[in-house]
């Protein structure tokens, strides 16, 4: 069983809809998560940090942890065109050092359809 | 601002020959620097990461090696590219002590 389970998708909704990205992960030692939107060919860029369960706001963007059924959840709001890309989740534990051991999931290749 | 480069962008090379990416970030001091390979359709995999000069942490092994000369200059190597090693490299650093992880640009590998 792989430490960070993730839809790969694709997944494909109309400009406008609400979005629901989701991992699912085995390691009660994860403390922090984070989501990253890949574009095509490009370096991951991050959008979302959390370390406690809850949520998370950042504009059209919503972080869900929920540590008691180690469930995290993305949500994007009035989706836009701009939205398609990759979106991957990522956590890790508390690391030795201060290094920070990031465990990626699959990620979910979305399109937002105009 | 801190910013993060990689270069080349793009590589081809033949197996068997050597290799030597570079990444350095600006902007701040004494960052924790890692390397992660992405295969197509995957998810990232990290391969180093170093906490300072010099201090290198390997995840899995393989073909390839991984040096910090300098405290914002991280390096990966091969001394002989298998086709496997093809893939997006990418490079990314933290805060000494911090959690949020940013990542380059990548460089796209291609061994034939």
């Known amino acids: 069983q792989k430490e960070v389970e993730q839809d790969p998708g694709p997944l494909s909704v109309p400009e406008g809809a609400i979005v629901s990205l989701n991992c699912t992960y085995s390691?009660?030692?994860?403390?922090?998560f984070m989501w990253y939107r890949q574009y095509s060919r490009k370096g991951p860029e991050l959008l979302m940090y959390?370390?406690?369960?809850g949520n998370k706001e950042d504009g059209r963007f919503t972080a869900q942890v929920d540590k008691s059924s180690k469930y995290i959840s993305l949500f994007i709001r009035d989706s836009q065109p701009s939205d398609s890309a990759t979106y991957l989740c990522?956590?890790?534990?508390?690391?030795?050092?201060?290094?920070?051991?990031?465990?990626f999931g699959q990620g979910t290749r979305l399109t937002i359809n105009p | 601002s801190q910013t993060i480069h990689q270069w080349p962008a793009t590589l081809v090379q033949p197996v068997g020959s050597p290799l030597s990416l570079e990444c350095t970030v600006e902007?701040?001091?004494?960052?924790?620097l890692y390397w992660y390979r992405q295969a197509a359709g995957r998810g990232l995999q990290l391969l180093f990461y170093?906490?300072?000069?010099?201090?290198i942490s390997s995840e899995v092994p393989q073909n390839l090696s991984a040096s910090r000369p300098q405290d914002r200059q991280f390096i990966l190597s091969s001394k002989k590219l298998l086709l496997s090693d093809s893939g997006f490299y990418l490079c990314?650093?933290?805060?000494?002590?911090?959690?949020?992880?940013?990542f380059g640009p990548g460089t796209r590998l291609t061994v034939l």
């Open positions: 390691n009660s030692a994860f403390q922090y």
């Open positions: 990314a650093w933290t805060r000494e002590f911090g959690n949020e992880q940013f």
């Open positions: 959390t370390y406690s369960s």
């Open positions: 902007g701040t001091s004494n960052p924790n």
């Open positions: 990522a956590m890790s534990a508390v690391g030795v050092q201060g290094a920070q051991k990031l465990v």
């Open positions: 170093s906490v300072g000069i010099g201090q």
